[in-house]
């Protein structure tokens, strides 16, 4: 994940109680939520969603699925993961 300025926001204090999670916990599941509704609306990419999250891509299609998303995936998005996967084979 790369090193973003961030932005605070406030949310309702019970939040976290109604999301029933941990007040810890609350900041990355929001960006979690932000995340897959942005992709959702097609606003955002499979890895900027990720990048969001603080997920890899593999965890955000995950979530995705858990959650009922339909994954966009095209040409240009199996090259990327192609040629992620021939760098990790060389070097390894």
Known sequence: MSVVDEVLVPVPQ???????????????????????ELYREGVISLGKAAEIAGVSKWEMMEILASKGVSIQYDEEDLREDVETLEIEHRDS
């Open 14 to 36: 019970d939040l976290a109680r109604i999301l029933r999670i941990s007040e810890k916990e609350l900041p990355k599941t929001v960006r979690i939520y932000l995340a897959i």
